[in-house]
């Protein structure tokens, strides 16, 4: 326990509680890529996990800065519910190249023991907050909702856009569609992203994943989805198979979005993508703070050669221009909520539980 003058403290607990919230942050195919160690009574030190990378669908680790920056912002957040300000410190062992890894820390938080009177609503959010993959219900989104989403994240003077334009939605869409054919159609990307998505490809439960359960389709949708896969798999083999019912799955989702939303940079450091995570994170919390379903759909921001064409595509369409880079593209909208994905066991004092 340290103390301060104001009288202020910060248990091993409190710090516990925040590594566990922050733990509920989003990350791709939930791989919960961060490695966090504490350094002192009431500072932590974040890093990449290596372990935990998606090696071939995301070469340069850009969306794995940005699920670190999903940690951070989520631990902030947590921080402040409990009266407690939080001072990151980025790369404070030095900084390494947008296309490098070392292993060095992505940023020191240090909390600090003084009381501030201030909460974050935001905070009620994280035990709550959930990527919502099912289709939406198609009803627009309300003018106040659309103010909160895109003030979320002022705060990082990183632009977040919204469209709610139907003929928009549905370009982006079919160019999502074929960028999730593009991610598939390679047999080591396929095997990376099957080996984490739960029901498709005949793998069953994939444990720490996440699946067609949070597509929205419960026990028995499953289970014909999967007999109309097996009668498929005559035609095709089983991993095209699932390929071309997941593109078409994704197709769906994004057709029945009330809005798109995407975060850009002007960048594409280490630290844009580690704040474009930070301000991702303020989006998703938000949207769950006021009801509104969040689902990222990043295949065509993909980091490979055969994706480029797909994604330069996107950046046209949507006016994102002169070297801006799309850190993130989600769909928004009204829908029930979905089982939520679990987080995995960090071990050590900082204990995260699966959420259930
Ligand atoms: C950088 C990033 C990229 C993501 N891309 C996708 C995506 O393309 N498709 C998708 O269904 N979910 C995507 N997600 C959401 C994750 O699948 C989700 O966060 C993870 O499964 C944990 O679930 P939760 O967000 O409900 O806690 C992405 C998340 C992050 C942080």
Same mark, same amino acid.
């Given at each position: 326990m340290?103390?301060?003058?104001?009288?202020?403290?910060?248990?091993?607990?409190?710090?516990?509680?925040?590594?566990?919230?922050?733990?509920?942050a989003?990350?791709?195919?939930?791989?919960?890529?961060?490695?966090?160690?504490?350094?002192?009574?009431?500072?932590?030190?974040?890093?990449?996990? &290596?372990?935990?990378?998606?090696?071939?669908?995301?070469?340069?680790?850009?969306?794995g800065?940005?699920?670190?920056?999903?940690?951070?912002?989520t631990?902030?957040? #947590?921080?402040?519910?409990a009266?407690?300000t939080?001072?990151?410190?980025?790369?404070?062992?030095?900084?390494?190249?947008?296309?490098?890894?070392?292993?060095?820390?992505?940023?020191?938080?240090?909390?600090?023991?003084?009381?501030?009177?201030?909460?974050?609503?935001?905070?009620?959010?994280?035990?709550?907050?959930?990527?919502?993959?099912?289709?939406?219900?198609?009803?627009?989104?309300?003018?106040? &909702?659309q103010?909160?989403?895109?003030?979320?994240?002022s705060?990082?003077?990183?632009?977040?856009?919204?469209?709610?334009?139907?003929?928009?939605i549905?370009e982006?869409?079919?160019?999502?569609?074929?960028?999730?054919?593009?991610?598939?159609?390679?047999p080591?990307?396929?095997?990376?992203?099957?080996? &984490?998505?739960?029901g498709?490809?005949?793998?069953?439960?994939?444990?720490?994943?996440?699946?067609?359960?949070?597509?929205?389709?419960?026990?028995?949708?499953?289970?014909?989805?999967?007999?109309?896969?097996?009668?498929?798999c005559?035609?095709?083999?089983?991993?095209?198979? #699932?390929?071309?019912?997941y593109?078409?799955?994704v197709?769906?989702e994004?057709m029945?979005?009330?809005?798109?939303?995407?975060?850009?940079?002007?960048?594409?450091?280490?630290?844009d993508?580690?704040?474009?995570?930070?301000?991702?994170?303020?989006?998703?919390?938000?949207?769950?703070?006021?009801?509104?379903?969040? &689902?990222?759909?990043?295949?065509?921001?993909?980091?490979?050669?055969?994706?480029?064409?797909?994604?330069?595509?996107? #950046?046209?369409?949507?006016?994102?221009?002169?070297?801006?880079?799309?850190?993130?593209?989600f769909?928004?909208?009204?829908a029930?909520?979905?089982?939520?994905?679990?987080?995995r066991?960090?071990?050590?004092?900082?204990?995260?539980?699966?959420?259930?």
């Amino acid at each position: 326990m340290i103390r301060s003058g104001g009288g202020g403290v910060i248990t091993s607990f409190q710090l516990n509680e925040v590594l566990i919230a922050a733990s509920r942050a989003p990350s791709p195919c939930n791989r919960q890529p961060w490695r966090f160690t504490t350094t002192g009574e009431a500072q932590f030190q974040v890093a990449l996990d &290596h372990e935990r990378l998606l090696p071939v669908l995301d070469p340069y680790h850009r969306e794995g800065h940005i699920a670190v920056g999903a940690f951070l912002e989520t631990a902030v957040i #947590a921080a402040r519910g409990a009266g407690k300000t939080a001072d990151l410190q980025y790369f404070p062992d030095g900084w390494y190249g947008q296309k490098e890894l070392r292993d060095l820390p992505v940023a020191r938080v240090t909390l600090d023991p003084g009381q501030v009177s201030r909460s974050d609503p935001l905070c009620t959010a994280i035990s709550t907050r959930q990527s919502n993959m099912r289709a939406y219900n198609r009803r627009p989104l309300s003018d106040l &909702h659309q103010t909160m989403l895109l003030d979320s994240c002022s705060a990082y003077q990183i632009p977040i856009a919204l469209t709610q334009d139907l003929g928009l939605i549905q370009e982006v869409a079919t160019l999502q569609a074929r960028a999730t054919e593009v991610m598939l159609e390679d047999p080591l990307r396929q095997e990376e992203f099957f080996s &984490h998505f739960s029901g498709l490809s005949g793998r069953g439960i994939v444990p720490g994943g996440y699946g067609l359960a949070q597509c929205g389709y419960g026990t028995i949708h499953a289970s014909m989805m999967s007999l109309v896969q097996l009668m498929r798999c005559y035609l095709l083999n089983k991993e095209d198979a #699932a390929a071309s019912l997941y593109s078409a799955m994704v197709f769906r989702e994004m057709m029945s979005a009330a809005a798109l939303g995407w975060v850009s940079t002007k960048g594409s450091s280490r630290i844009d993508q580690v704040l474009a995570g930070r301000a991702y994170a303020a989006v998703d919390l938000t949207a769950a703070a006021c009801g509104v379903a969040i &689902h990222p759909m990043t295949h065509i921001l993909g980091d490979y050669p055969a994706m480029k064409g797909l994604s330069d595509s996107l #950046a046209q369409l949507l006016g994102v221009t002169s070297g801006r880079t799309i850190q993130m593209l989600f769909r928004v909208g009204y829908a029930r909520p979905v089982p939520k994905t679990e987080r995995r066991n960090t071990g050590g004092s900082s204990q995260v539980r699966p959420v259930t």
